[in-house]
């Protein structure tokens, strides 16, 4: 299985002065069975922007896309409206009745606010078939809303950990906006929890963007002694990059032991797109 990894578009104010289309061209150049999005798709949540960045996706030439949302995603009060209705679209998990919430802004308040969905978090579970695998995509949404900082709701995912052990599949991937390990200014600040859970269940491959800079790693909780990747991609089309280039990820053989990971790098100068392709392993 190959997978291709976007993030941080950034469609609005904070998008590049690149070629979407000298871009969408050397996407569509690589073998993905599946493309990801980590989020962070517009700058500020608003229609506009999530109209081009649809535009944008319906260019690539692969027939399963994945992509959760970022922080800036819900810069807009609807933004998890917008989302689910330009990028993706899948059936969200709440939490129990019983079950007490933390998280801020988690429920808007209908009085106050008129949303069709009151319910501002969006994550789901997406099993695909893959080469005759069944690949499991666990979509954690860890942003606040109108917040630059991270947070994980607990009730949420002992909800998605219930639904998984009623799952069979092959191989379990982790699909989230903000990273795991290490931080900025920008806090995730209860990121304990979610690596509690990738390590109780066994999740080897962990993909994530928002720092807008590029860190691969891999990690090993010698306790339990569970290790697990962690790729967080950087931005691919924003033009606040301070630290890193433009880049995309492109996984070959994911789950094999000729696993192959590939840094496609890109620069815009004097009105073209430059490119320059890495392979790490």
Same mark, same amino acid.
């Given at each position: $299985?190959?997978?291709?990894? @976007?993030?941080?578009?950034?469609? #609005?104010?904070?998008?590049?002065?690149?070629?979407? !289309?000298?871009?969408?061209?050397?996407?569509?150049?690589?073998?993905? !069975?599946?493309?990801?999005? %980590?989020?962070?798709?517009?700058? !500020?949540?608003?229609?506009?922007?999530?109209?081009?960045?649809?535009?944008?996706?319906?260019?690539?030439?692969?027939?399963?896309?994945?992509?959760?949302?970022?922080?800036? !995603? &819900?810069?807009?009060?609807?933004?998890?409206?917008?989302? &689910?209705?330009?990028?993706?679209?899948?059936?969200?998990?709440?939490?129990?009745?019983?079950?007490?919430?933390?998280?801020?802004?988690?429920?808007?308040?209908?009085?106050?606010? *008129? @949303?069709?969905?009151?319910?501002?978090?969006?994550?789901?579970?997406? @099993?695909?078939? +893959?080469?005759?695998? *069944?690949?499991?995509?666990?979509?954690?949404?860890?942003?606040?809303?109108?917040?630059?900082?991270?947070?994980?709701?607990?009730? +949420?995912?002992?909800?998605?950990?219930?639904? $998984?052990? =009623?799952?069979?599949?092959? /191989?379990?991937? /982790?699909?989230?906006?903000?990273?795991?390990?290490? %931080?900025?200014?920008?806090?995730?600040?209860?990121?304990?929890?979610?690596?509690?859970?990738?390590?109780?269940?066994?999740?080897?491959?962990?993909?994530?963007?928002?720092?807008?800079?590029?860190?691969? =790693?891999?990690?090993?909780?010698?306790?339990?002694?569970?290790?697990?990747?962690?790729?967080?991609?950087?931005?691919?089309?924003?033009?606040?990059?301070?630290?890193?280039?433009?880049?995309?990820?492109?996984?070959?053989?994911?789950?094999?032991?000729?696993?192959?990971?590939?840094?496609?790098?890109?620069?815009?100068?004097? #009105?073209? @797109?430059?490119?320059?392709? =890495? &392979?790490?392993?």
């Amino acid at each position: $299985m190959n997978i291709l990894h @976007l993030s941080d578009l950034h469609f #609005g104010p904070r998008h590049w002065d690149g070629d979407d !289309d000298v871009l969408i061209e050397k996407i569509n150049s690589y073998p993905a !069975d599946v493309v990801i999005d %980590t989020g962070d798709t517009t700058t !500020d949540g608003r229609e506009c922007e999530y109209v081009e960045a649809r535009k944008f996706f319906d260019k690539i030439n692969c027939e399963r896309f994945v992509a959760v949302i970022g922080n800036h !995603d &819900k810069r807009n009060t609807v933004g998890h409206e917008l989302f &689910k209705e330009y990028i993706y679209n899948s059936q969200v998990f709440y939490p129990s009745a019983h079950q007490r919430t933390e998280k801020q802004d988690l429920f808007m308040d209908r009085k106050i606010t *008129k @949303l069709k969905e009151n319910f501002t978090d969006v994550n789901f579970l997406e @099993l695909l078939t +893959i080469d005759r695998k *069944k690949i499991l995509f666990i979509c954690i949404d860890n942003n606040l809303v109108r917040s630059n900082h991270g947070f994980v709701e607990e009730s +949420i995912l002992c909800t998605i950990e219930e639904k $998984m052990s =009623e799952m069979v599949y092959d /191989l379990p991937l /982790l699909l989230t906006h903000y990273p795991l390990l290490g %931080t900025d200014m920008d806090l995730f600040m209860n990121s304990r929890r979610l690596i509690d859970f990738v390590n109780s269940k066994k999740i080897e491959h962990v993909f994530c963007g928002h720092d807008h800079f590029l860190r691969l =790693e891999n990690t090993c909780d010698l306790y339990i002694n569970h290790r697990f990747d962690h790729f967080m991609c950087g931005t691919t089309a924003s033009a606040n990059r301070p630290r890193d280039d433009n880049i995309f990820l492109f996984y070959e053989n994911v789950g094999d032991n000729n696993f192959h990971l590939y840094v496609i790098r890109f620069s815009y100068k004097d #009105g073209c @797109l430059e490119f320059k392709e =890495e &392979k790490i392993r």
